[in-house]
Structures are given as structure tokens and as C-alpha cells.
């Protein structure tokens, strides 16, 4: 059999963590459980909720057919949400984020884009 990769040798190897990123279109009530109760424990230890009133709602209830969840997870469980939702003539976004996520790492793959300004 011929290969391309004869004489190349791998050895096993671990990933110590990983975020998950996870988009949905119209969140069923199963997919919008954690997300909620990410926001009702976030509510609870900053005393205000992170969301607007049209995006909580949106979200504990379903919302209107379009809205977008975006959840980025960790092995502790869900870290982050964006919710994007219909508004008017346009959309609205808000982004909640763990208060011990905010000031984080960020790893970008090759292929994404570098958002950090040219020098002068």
C-alpha cells in the first residue's frame, strides 16, 4: 500500500481543555434551559440581570422565529452567551460573560481574523 505518510510516527496526546461553541437558530425550551439559568445565576451574584427585558424574554420564552443563541462552553459548564433577536427595522445583540472569563485568554485559529489595530 503506498502512503503519504510512511515513516511518519504520532504519539497520543490529551487536550487539558477545550471551549465549545454552539450557535442556534430558535432554541428549543431544552437548549434555552441552561442558557437561562446561566443568566439567572449571573442576575443573582451581580443583582441586576445582564440582559435587556426583549432579550430575557426571548430568551426564557422562546422569542419570535429567527433569534440566534450563541454559547460558549468550557468543562465547568456554559461560560458565555450572545443573543442576538429581531428589533424592529433591525437586530439587537448582548453578549453576558462569566465574570472570571471576562479578562481571559482568547485563542484564535489560523484562519480566523486579527481584530488588533495596525500600528502606526
Keep these: 500500500m503506498n502512503s503519504s505518510l510512511r515513516g511518519v ?4 496526546t490529551t487536550v487539558d ?6 450557535v442556534t437558530l430558535s432554541p428549543g425550551s431544552e437548549r434555552r434551559q441552561p442558557l437561562v439559568a446561566l443568566v439567572e445565576r449571573l442576575a443573582e451574584e451581580a443583582r441586576s440581570r445582564p440582559l435587556s427585558d426583549h432579550l430575557w424574554l426571548d430568551l426564557k420564552d422562546g ?9 460558549v462552553a468550557d468543562p465547568t459548564g456554559i461560560i458565555a452567551l450572545a443573543q442576538i433577536a429581531h428589533a424592529n427595522d433591525g437586530s439587537v445583540l448582548e453578549v453576558v ?3 472570571s472569563q471576562r479578562f481571559g485568554s482568547v485563542h484564535a485559529s489560523p484562519n480566523s481574523h ?7
Aim: aromatic share 4%; proline share 10%; hydrophobic share 40%.
Design 17 to 22: 481543555w477545550m471551549r465549545q461553541v454552539e
Design 97 to 99: 460573560v462569566e465574570d
Design 9 to 12: 510516527t504520532a504519539r497520543a
Design 63 to 71: 422569542g419570535a422565529a429567527g433569534s440566534i443563541s450563541v454559547s
Design 114 to 120: 486579527d481584530a488588533t489595530p495596525p500600528t502606526p
